[in-house]
């Protein structure tokens, strides 16, 4: 019932920067909050950033004064922007959203939701 759409992803090399986007559809009721995840292979899955309805923001700390989220509840998006990138944050990237979704007048969730990932390649 919902579908996470991301972009943005690519190869920069290293300093440079990105700015992945990522756009949540379907019949939604609510997000509570939406943000990004990393996962390189053989590891577990990283909160990269995160904001929530209220406008709190969470970050990974090794990104935090590098990396910015910023959400459009109007438009159902999160975006998060990506400064001074570094070669180890080479990995596929997923958006993700806390979502309640309405089918037959019914309320689902708040469930979490996941887009199909995206790879962020740092190199020279």
């Known amino acids: 019932q919902v579908q996470l759409v991301e972009s943005g992803g690519g190869l920069v090399q290293p300093g440079g920067s990105l700015r992945l986007s990522c756009a949540a559809s379907?019949?939604?009721?609510?997000?509570?909050?939406m943000g990004w995840y990393r996962q390189a292979p053989g590891k577990e899955r990283e909160l990269v950033a995160t904001r929530i309805s209220g406008g709190t923001t969470n970050y990974v700390g090794s990104v935090k004064g590098r990396f910015t989220i910023t959400r459009d509840t109007a438009k159902n998006t999160v975006c998060v922007q990506m400064n001074s990138l570094k070669p180890e944050e080479t990995t596929i990237y997923y958006c993700?959203?806390?979502?309640?979704?309405?089918?037959?007048?019914?309320?689902?969730?708040?469930?979490?939701?996941w887009g199909p990932g995206t790879q962020v390649t740092v190199s020279s």
């Open positions: 379907g019949n939604i009721v609510s997000i509570t909050s």
């Open positions: 993700n959203a806390e979502v309640t979704t309405r089918w037959d007048s019914t309320d689902f969730g708040p469930y979490r939701s």
